[in-house]
């Protein structure tokens, strides 16, 4: 408060103390005033701009009690509405604890809502109503401003958060590991804050409860992150993005039949996702659903015909069901049931053949996938299809040569086709990489006594005396 009264006149320190003590019951008196007896409604207006005027909380409270009076007597009204949002939004402004701001933020939001309300009613007056577009302009931007900021800050904070988690799995000092670790929970905390004042401006804007849901993951809470997204789903105009949230939620915490719901649904929207498709796939498989998931196949290939993961898939199936009709074939003939032995084995050798057409287009489709390579040449060398699995055997020596079990599977290949010189090539391959492995060099010693190289055949016959 300034201490020079109109004409130059100073006060003395006694004299300032008595005027502030004048200005607030001044102040109370007019809070009093303004909710006591009615004045004109531009009263209470021109009195709250001038407080406004000020750009200063102090002068609010008196602003915000002229403008109750006003509502008190007069009903809603447009331009105190508008006013209101001005106070709110200064508050909101001049507030540094992002903890106070959430009421502030609330009040704004209650009062920008209200001052929509009054302007569209048709039970208010029309003078009460002018301006409005005007009002709703200036409070509609002054609500996107702080979502803005509000949701901005959010994803800062959660794109801070999957940076610390990376530099805590990352550290190799204890030290470092440890000053991460400690900033990951207020991080996620404020995080949380800025999408709740987001949520708080505009409740009806999914993004904020994306945020939530996402930050709870990373953290690990799956509950908590679905709580939020399913809170965000009953605004959202395109749910799809917050359903394959919670679908991926489940699977995150090896809920594989609680995702399949979510996926279901997702998909019904995203039909096209062929991903998607492939981890409804797994979820079916996961919970013993083979057929479901057999079928998720098949429309997947209706969709990307060069699929291999539905190849894969469907290799995988008819492989399985394969080794089951083999033990069926085994049980049956050891019950003596020579009749429904021949059944399952016809069975097995349906599903082996099946299991081959799709392995087989997906590993071309796939080269240098070692995993499918390994699970089609298995399937091909049941079949004594030595030359395929023998071509998938080499690739896989390409993709890894130091990989011992591929060569010696090579030459096992190379056997059955009876190509000695290039089997004794693979399982040379396998004796440099395991020295010691009694049985790749037993089969050494006969293929190099069948090709009379008997400087080999004793070099080997010492090595096993050794083992």
């Known amino acids: 408060m300034r201490?020079?009264?109109?004409?130059?006149?100073?006060?003395?320190?006694?004299m300032k103390i008595a005027a502030i003590g004048l200005l607030v019951v001044l102040v109370i008196g007019a809070l009093s005033f303004a909710q006591g007896r009615k004045l004109p409604e531009g009263a209470y207006l021109k009195t709250a701009k001038i407080e406004l005027s000020y750009d200063n909380l102090e002068h609010c409270p008196l602003a915000i009690a002229m403008l109750d009076?006003?509502?008190?007597?007069?009903?809603?009204?447009?331009?105190?509405?508008?006013?209101?949002?001005?106070?709110w939004d200064m508050y909101i402004e001049k507030t540094g604890k992002l903890e106070d701001k959430l009421t502030y933020a609330a009040k704004f939001a209650a009062y920008n809502d209200s001052l929509h309300i009054t302007c569209a009613s048709k039970t208010v007056k029309k003078k009460y109503q002018d301006k409005c577009d005007s009002y709703i302009l200036i409070s509609d931007s002054m609500k996107v401003?702080?979502?803005?900021?509000?949701?901005?800050?959010?994803?800062?904070?959660?794109?801070?958060?999957?940076?610390?988690?990376?530099a805590v799995a990352e550290a190799t000092d204890s030290t470092v590991k440890a000053e991460n670790e400690?900033?990951?929970?207020?991080?996620?905390?404020?995080?949380?804050?800025?999408?709740?004042?987001?949520?708080?401006?505009?409740?009806?804007d999914t993004d904020p409860y994306l945020v939530l849901g996402s930050v709870y993951e990373k953290q690990k809470d799956y509950p908590k992150s679905t709580e939020w997204l399913s809170k965000g789903l009953l605004h959202a105009k395109d749910s799809s993005q917050i359903l394959i949230q919670m679908?991926?939620?489940?699977?995150?915490?090896?809920?594989?039949?609680?995702?399949?719901?979510?996926?279901?649904?997702?998909?019904?929207?995203?039909?096209?996702?062929?991903?998607?498709?492939?981890?409804?796939?797994?979820?079916?498989?996961?919970?013993?659903?083979?057929?479901?998931?057999?079928?998720v196949y098949y429309k997947m290939l209706t969709l990307a015909p060069q699929s291999t993961d539905a190849l894969s898939g469907l290799g995988d199936f008819y492989f399985q069901l394969a080794r089951n009709a083999n033990d069926s074939t085994t049980v049956a003939q050891q019950a003596g049931d020579d009749k429904r032995a021949a059944g399952w084995s016809d069975k097995r050798k349906v599903n082996l053949d099946s299991a081959y057409i799709y392995l087989k287009k997906a590993f071309d489709l796939d080269p240098k996938n070692a995993a499918l390579g390994e699970e089609f040449a298995v399937v091909a060398t049941t079949l004594s299809r030595w030359d395929e699995a023998a071509a998938a055997f080499v690739k896989l020596t390409e993709l890894d040569p130091n990989?011992?079990?591929n060569w010696m599977s090579l030459g096992?290949?190379?056997?059955?086709?009876?190509?000695?010189?290039e089997a004794t090539a693979a399982y040379e391959k396998v004796i440099a990489l395991q020295p010691n492995n009694k049985l790749i060099l037993e089969k050494l010693r006969e293929l190099y006594a069948e090709t009379k190289q008997t400087d080999k055949v004793a070099e080997i016959d010492k090595k096993l005396k050794q083992l």
């Open 3 to 14: 201490n020079v009264f109109a004409g130059g006149l100073t006060l003395k320190p006694i």
């Open 69 to 87: 009076s006003l509502f008190m007597h007069y009903g809603p009204h447009g331009e105190g509405m508008y006013l209101m949002t001005r106070i």
């Open 145 to 166: 401003k702080h979502y803005r900021v509000f949701q901005q800050a959010a994803v800062n904070y959660m794109n801070r958060l999957d940076t610390l988690n990376r």
């Open 182 to 204: 400690a900033m990951v929970k207020p991080t996620a905390d404020t995080a949380v804050l800025y999408a709740t004042l987001a949520m708080t401006i505009d409740p009806a």
């Open 247 to 295: 679908a991926y939620n489940e699977i995150y915490a090896n809920n594989y039949g609680a995702a399949i719901p979510f996926f279901k649904t997702y998909l019904g929207l995203r039909p096209e996702d062929t991903t998607n498709w492939f981890n409804l796939a797994i979820c079916f498989t996961n919970t013993k659903q083979f057929d479901s998931a057999v079928a």
């Open 403 to 405: 990989q011992a079990e």
């Open 412 to 421: 096992d290949c190379y056997i059955g086709m009876k190509k000695f010189p």
